[in-house]
Protein backbone atom coordinates (compact mmCIF):
# COMPACT_ATOMS: atom_id res chain seq x y z
CA UNK A 1 0.00 0.00 0.00
CA UNK A 2 1.48 3.50 -1.03
CA UNK A 3 2.18 5.26 1.92
CA UNK A 4 0.25 9.27 1.61
CA UNK A 5 2.35 11.16 4.59
CA UNK A 6 1.37 14.34 5.89
CA UNK A 7 3.72 17.19 5.25
CA UNK A 8 3.54 20.76 5.44
CA UNK A 9 4.27 22.54 1.82
CA UNK A 10 7.56 24.36 3.72
CA UNK A 11 9.32 20.87 3.60
CA UNK A 12 9.14 20.62 -0.10
CA UNK A 13 11.10 23.69 -0.83
CA UNK A 14 14.64 22.02 -1.45
CA UNK A 15 13.09 18.74 -2.10
CA UNK A 16 15.09 16.96 -5.07
CA UNK A 17 13.12 16.44 -8.33
CA UNK A 18 13.81 13.18 -9.82
CA UNK A 19 13.49 10.90 -13.42
CA UNK A 20 12.90 7.50 -12.32
CA UNK A 21 14.02 6.20 -15.34
CA UNK A 22 17.63 7.27 -14.91
CA UNK A 23 18.26 7.63 -10.99
CA UNK A 24 19.27 11.40 -11.82
CA UNK A 25 18.03 14.58 -9.80
CA UNK A 26 17.16 17.29 -12.32
CA UNK A 27 15.89 20.01 -10.68
CA UNK A 28 14.67 21.00 -7.22
CA UNK A 29 11.05 22.37 -5.90
CA UNK A 30 11.50 26.32 -5.42
CA UNK A 31 7.97 26.78 -4.10
CA UNK A 32 4.50 25.02 -4.19
CA UNK A 33 1.50 26.80 -5.85
CA UNK A 34 -1.68 25.98 -5.24
CA UNK A 35 -5.35 26.96 -5.71
CA UNK A 36 -6.39 26.76 -1.64
CA UNK A 37 -9.76 27.02 -2.65
CA UNK A 38 -10.02 24.64 -4.34
CA UNK A 39 -7.39 22.47 -2.06
CA UNK A 40 -5.45 21.92 -5.27
CA UNK A 41 -1.84 21.94 -5.90
CA UNK A 42 -1.08 22.88 -9.19
CA UNK A 43 2.61 22.28 -9.58
CA UNK A 44 5.61 23.57 -8.64
CA UNK A 45 8.59 25.97 -9.41
CA UNK A 46 12.09 25.08 -9.76
CA UNK A 47 15.44 25.79 -9.25
CA UNK A 48 18.45 24.25 -10.72
CA UNK A 49 20.40 21.52 -8.11
CA UNK A 50 23.73 22.30 -6.42
CA UNK A 51 22.69 24.62 -3.45
CA UNK A 52 21.28 27.69 -2.16
CA UNK A 53 22.80 29.75 -4.94
CA UNK A 54 22.23 27.12 -8.16
CA UNK A 55 19.50 29.61 -9.45
CA UNK A 56 15.90 29.44 -10.85
CA UNK A 57 15.10 26.64 -13.23
CA UNK A 58 13.20 28.52 -16.07
CA UNK A 59 10.61 25.11 -16.47
CA UNK A 60 8.03 24.29 -13.93
CA UNK A 61 6.47 21.05 -13.14
CA UNK A 62 2.60 21.04 -13.25
CA UNK A 63 0.94 18.12 -10.36
CA UNK A 64 -0.08 16.60 -13.84
CA UNK A 65 3.03 15.54 -14.74
CA UNK A 66 4.24 14.05 -11.12
CA UNK A 67 4.72 10.19 -10.52
CA UNK A 68 4.62 10.90 -6.32
CA UNK A 69 5.51 13.46 -3.97
CA UNK A 70 7.43 11.77 -0.61
CA UNK A 71 9.07 12.60 2.33
CA UNK A 72 12.19 12.89 0.27
CA UNK A 73 11.73 13.50 -3.50
CA UNK A 74 9.34 14.62 -6.06
CA UNK A 75 9.68 11.65 -8.69
CA UNK A 76 8.73 12.12 -12.18
CA UNK A 77 8.76 9.52 -15.13
CA UNK A 78 11.00 11.41 -17.39
CA UNK A 79 12.64 14.78 -17.60
CA UNK A 80 9.94 15.49 -19.83
CA UNK A 81 8.45 16.17 -16.97
CA UNK A 82 9.64 19.59 -16.63
CA UNK A 83 7.72 22.23 -19.21
CA UNK A 84 8.79 25.71 -20.10
CA UNK A 85 7.06 28.44 -18.27
CA UNK A 86 5.76 29.38 -21.74
CA UNK A 87 3.98 26.11 -21.89
CA UNK A 88 2.67 25.66 -18.28
CA UNK A 89 -1.26 26.37 -17.78
CA UNK A 90 -2.11 29.87 -16.05
CA UNK A 91 -2.64 28.72 -12.28
CA UNK A 92 0.84 27.33 -12.33
CA UNK A 93 2.55 30.67 -13.77
CA UNK A 94 0.69 32.92 -12.21
CA UNK A 95 1.54 34.83 -9.04
CA UNK A 96 1.60 31.71 -6.41
CA UNK A 97 -1.25 31.57 -4.32
CA UNK A 98 0.48 30.83 -1.25
CA UNK A 99 1.74 34.04 -0.95
CA UNK A 100 -2.30 34.51 -0.98
CA UNK A 101 -2.46 31.97 2.15
CA UNK A 102 0.61 32.65 4.12
CA UNK A 103 0.23 35.03 6.67
CA UNK A 104 -3.72 35.25 6.21
CA UNK A 105 -6.09 35.91 9.82
CA UNK A 106 -7.72 32.88 10.35
CA UNK A 107 -10.93 33.74 11.97
CA UNK A 108 -14.48 31.82 12.82
CA UNK A 109 -17.69 33.13 11.01
CA UNK A 110 -18.42 34.60 14.85
CA UNK A 111 -15.00 36.68 14.93
CA UNK A 112 -12.85 34.52 16.74
CA UNK A 113 -9.30 34.63 15.76
CA UNK A 114 -7.87 31.69 15.60
CA UNK A 115 -4.39 33.23 14.58
CA UNK A 116 -2.52 33.28 11.24
CA UNK A 117 -1.89 30.97 8.41
CA UNK A 118 2.21 29.95 8.64
CA UNK A 119 2.26 27.16 6.45
CA UNK A 120 -0.23 24.78 4.36
CA UNK A 121 -0.62 20.82 5.18
CA UNK A 122 -0.49 18.28 2.57
CA UNK A 123 -0.82 15.03 1.28
CA UNK A 124 2.01 13.21 -0.74
CA UNK A 125 1.47 10.22 -3.13
CA UNK A 126 0.48 10.35 -6.72
CA UNK A 127 -2.04 12.62 -6.10
CA UNK A 128 -1.03 15.55 -3.54
CA UNK A 129 -3.47 17.83 -2.22
CA UNK A 130 -3.82 20.70 0.59
CA UNK A 131 -5.82 19.57 3.86
CA UNK A 132 -5.10 21.87 6.10
CA UNK A 133 -3.14 24.64 7.59
CA UNK A 134 -0.82 25.25 10.73
CA UNK A 135 -1.59 28.31 12.07
CA UNK A 136 -0.22 30.73 15.20
CA UNK A 137 -0.09 33.79 17.06
CA UNK A 138 -3.34 33.26 18.32
CA UNK A 139 -5.18 32.76 21.47
CA UNK A 140 -3.77 29.14 21.23
CA UNK A 141 -0.19 29.25 20.15
CA UNK A 142 0.91 27.17 17.30
CA UNK A 143 -1.41 24.36 15.77
CA UNK A 144 -2.66 22.32 12.68
CA UNK A 145 -6.78 22.89 11.53
CA UNK A 146 -7.96 20.53 8.23
CA UNK A 147 -9.13 22.41 5.75
CA UNK A 148 -12.60 20.82 5.57
CA UNK A 149 -15.37 22.96 5.44
CA UNK A 150 -13.72 26.06 5.31
CA UNK A 151 -16.49 28.80 4.67
CA UNK A 152 -14.16 31.16 2.63
CA UNK A 153 -10.89 31.88 1.77
CA UNK A 154 -9.59 35.05 -0.11
CA UNK A 155 -6.00 37.17 -0.28
CA UNK A 156 -5.97 38.39 4.05
CA UNK A 157 -8.45 35.70 5.69
CA UNK A 158 -9.57 32.34 5.95
CA UNK A 159 -13.14 32.06 7.75
CA UNK A 160 -13.84 28.18 8.99
CA UNK A 161 -16.65 27.88 11.37
CA UNK A 162 -17.26 28.36 14.92
CA UNK A 163 -16.32 24.66 15.94
CA UNK A 164 -12.72 24.66 14.39
CA UNK A 165 -11.42 25.94 17.66
CA UNK A 166 -11.65 22.07 18.97
CA UNK A 167 -9.81 21.13 15.77
CA UNK A 168 -6.95 22.48 16.27
CA UNK A 169 -3.86 19.99 16.30
CA UNK A 170 -0.80 19.98 18.29
CA UNK A 171 1.04 18.01 15.29
CA UNK A 172 0.78 16.43 11.75
CA UNK A 173 -0.24 12.97 14.10
CA UNK A 174 -3.22 14.35 15.43
CA UNK A 175 -4.27 16.33 12.10
CA UNK A 176 -4.01 13.12 10.37
CA UNK A 177 -6.44 11.56 13.03
CA UNK A 178 -8.86 14.67 13.06
CA UNK A 179 -8.90 14.12 9.07
CA UNK A 180 -9.79 10.66 10.08
CA UNK A 181 -13.01 11.89 11.51
CA UNK A 182 -14.00 14.22 9.38
CA UNK A 183 -14.33 11.23 6.40
CA UNK A 184 -16.53 9.47 8.68
CA UNK B 1 24.96 -15.12 -9.61
CA UNK B 2 27.46 -12.80 -8.56
CA UNK B 3 27.63 -9.41 -6.09
CA UNK B 4 28.58 -6.79 -7.58
CA UNK B 5 30.85 -6.15 -4.68
CA UNK B 6 32.78 -8.81 -6.09
CA UNK B 7 32.60 -7.87 -9.56
CA UNK B 8 34.04 -4.95 -8.65
CA UNK B 9 37.66 -5.08 -8.83
CA UNK B 10 37.92 -8.19 -10.86
CA UNK B 11 40.93 -9.26 -14.01
CA UNK B 12 39.41 -8.49 -17.25
CA UNK B 13 40.36 -10.57 -20.10
CA UNK B 14 40.18 -10.22 -23.99
CA UNK B 15 39.87 -12.76 -25.66
CA UNK B 16 40.62 -11.90 -28.92
CA UNK B 17 44.28 -11.04 -27.63
CA UNK B 18 44.67 -12.66 -24.16
CA UNK B 19 45.22 -9.24 -23.15
CA UNK B 20 44.93 -8.65 -19.41
CA UNK B 21 42.97 -4.98 -20.08
CA UNK B 22 42.63 -3.93 -16.45
CA UNK B 23 40.36 -4.63 -13.14
CA UNK B 24 36.55 -3.90 -13.75
CA UNK B 25 36.33 -0.11 -11.77
CA UNK B 26 32.13 0.99 -12.48
CA UNK B 27 29.14 -0.75 -13.84
CA UNK B 28 26.55 0.58 -16.24
CA UNK B 29 22.94 -0.36 -15.73
CA UNK B 30 20.03 -0.01 -17.37
CA UNK B 31 17.11 -1.12 -15.46
CA UNK B 32 17.67 -4.14 -14.01
CA UNK B 33 20.40 -4.93 -16.18
CA UNK B 34 24.25 -4.44 -16.37
CA UNK B 35 24.99 -3.25 -19.84
CA UNK B 36 28.74 -2.39 -19.66
CA UNK B 37 31.83 -2.60 -17.27
CA UNK B 38 34.22 -0.27 -17.05
CA UNK B 39 37.40 -1.77 -16.71
CA UNK B 40 40.64 0.44 -16.08
CA UNK B 41 41.01 4.11 -17.78
CA UNK B 42 39.30 3.46 -21.08
CA UNK B 43 37.99 0.22 -21.70
CA UNK B 44 34.56 0.35 -21.91
CA UNK B 45 32.87 -4.03 -22.14
CA UNK B 46 29.69 -3.97 -23.58
CA UNK B 47 27.64 -6.81 -21.67
CA UNK B 48 26.83 -8.46 -24.88
CA UNK B 49 30.53 -9.13 -25.37
CA UNK B 50 31.02 -10.99 -21.89
CA UNK B 51 31.45 -14.40 -21.59
CA UNK B 52 30.14 -14.67 -18.07
CA UNK B 53 29.64 -12.18 -15.21
CA UNK B 54 29.71 -15.49 -12.96
CA UNK B 55 33.55 -16.31 -12.95
CA UNK B 56 36.93 -15.37 -11.09
CA UNK B 57 37.40 -12.99 -14.08
CA UNK B 58 35.42 -11.19 -16.85
CA UNK B 59 37.02 -12.89 -20.21
CA UNK B 60 35.39 -10.86 -23.16
CA UNK B 61 35.32 -11.03 -27.15
CA UNK B 62 36.42 -7.28 -28.58
CA UNK B 63 33.36 -5.85 -29.23
CA UNK B 64 32.35 -2.24 -30.56
CA UNK B 65 30.19 -0.24 -28.00
CA UNK B 66 27.24 1.60 -28.80
CA UNK B 67 26.61 2.42 -25.04
CA UNK B 68 24.94 5.60 -24.23
CA UNK B 69 27.50 7.96 -22.91
CA UNK B 70 25.28 9.73 -20.48
CA UNK B 71 24.36 6.52 -18.59
CA UNK B 72 25.79 6.92 -14.88
CA UNK B 73 28.66 4.43 -13.95
CA UNK B 74 30.88 3.74 -11.02
CA UNK B 75 30.62 1.56 -7.98
CA UNK B 76 26.79 1.61 -6.57
CA UNK B 77 27.36 0.21 -3.20
CA UNK B 78 26.72 2.35 -0.94
CA UNK B 79 24.28 4.73 -3.19
CA UNK B 80 21.30 5.75 -2.22
CA UNK B 81 17.70 3.97 -2.44
CA UNK B 82 14.77 6.12 -3.60
CA UNK B 83 11.12 4.46 -3.93
CA UNK B 84 9.10 5.52 -6.87
CA UNK B 85 6.72 7.11 -4.24
CA UNK B 86 9.50 9.34 -3.34
CA UNK B 87 10.88 8.04 -0.18
CA UNK B 88 14.29 7.14 1.18
CA UNK B 89 14.81 3.19 1.51
CA UNK B 90 18.56 3.45 3.04
CA UNK B 91 21.60 2.79 1.06
CA UNK B 92 22.49 -0.41 -0.97
CA UNK B 93 25.05 -3.28 0.32
CA UNK B 94 24.75 -5.44 -2.63
CA UNK B 95 23.39 -6.59 -5.87
CA UNK B 96 22.68 -9.75 -6.80
CA UNK B 97 23.32 -10.39 -10.87
CA UNK B 98 22.92 -13.71 -12.70
CA UNK B 99 25.31 -15.41 -15.44
CA UNK B 100 23.68 -12.91 -18.26
CA UNK B 101 24.06 -9.67 -16.16
CA UNK B 102 20.21 -9.38 -15.17
CA UNK B 103 20.08 -7.89 -11.33
CA UNK B 104 17.97 -10.61 -9.40
CA UNK B 105 18.65 -9.01 -5.44
CA UNK B 106 19.13 -5.62 -4.39
CA UNK B 107 19.67 -5.86 -0.73
CA UNK B 108 19.81 -2.52 1.72
CA UNK B 109 21.71 -1.24 4.62
CA UNK B 110 17.86 -1.59 6.57
CA UNK B 111 18.23 -5.68 5.88
CA UNK B 112 15.30 -5.29 3.20
CA UNK B 113 15.58 -7.21 -0.02
CA UNK B 114 13.91 -6.46 -2.98
CA UNK B 115 13.84 -8.03 -6.52
CA UNK B 116 15.49 -7.04 -9.35
CA UNK B 117 12.11 -6.59 -11.37
CA UNK B 118 11.91 -3.54 -8.70
CA UNK B 119 15.03 -1.67 -9.98
CA UNK B 120 13.83 0.91 -12.30
CA UNK B 121 17.44 2.28 -12.58
CA UNK B 122 20.58 3.29 -11.20
CA UNK B 123 21.93 6.96 -11.52
CA UNK B 124 24.34 9.33 -9.77
CA UNK B 125 21.54 10.78 -6.92
CA UNK B 126 20.10 7.07 -6.51
CA UNK B 127 19.10 3.75 -7.16
CA UNK B 128 15.15 3.63 -8.00
CA UNK B 129 13.03 1.07 -6.60
CA UNK B 130 9.29 0.29 -7.22
CA UNK B 131 7.57 -0.25 -4.39
CA UNK B 132 4.42 -2.25 -6.19
CA UNK B 133 5.62 -4.49 -8.44
CA UNK B 134 4.28 -8.69 -7.47
CA UNK B 135 7.26 -11.01 -8.05
CA UNK B 136 7.16 -13.26 -10.91
CA UNK B 137 4.19 -15.92 -10.42
CA UNK B 138 6.01 -19.36 -9.57
CA UNK B 139 6.70 -21.86 -11.86
CA UNK B 140 3.70 -24.45 -12.48
CA UNK B 141 5.11 -28.08 -11.92
Known amino acids: MTMTALMRGSDLRSHPVVDMSTGEDIAEVRDVVFDVAAGRITGFTLNKRGGLFSGRLRAVLPTGEVHSVGTDAVMVASSDALISRGDAPDDLTGSSKNDDVIGNIVVTESGRVLGNVRDVVLTGGGQPAVVGFEIDGGNFGAGLVPMDRQRGVSGTALIVPDDYEQRIRADLTGLAAELANLER | ?141
Open chain 2, 1 to 141: MINVSTLIGQPAVCLDDAALKGTVKGVRFQRNRIVALDVGRKTLIPAGAVRSFAGDAITYDQSPSDIDPDLWHGDPIGKRLLSDTGDELGTITEIGVDDDGTVVSVISNRNQTYTGEQLLAIGSYAAILALNVLPPPAPIA
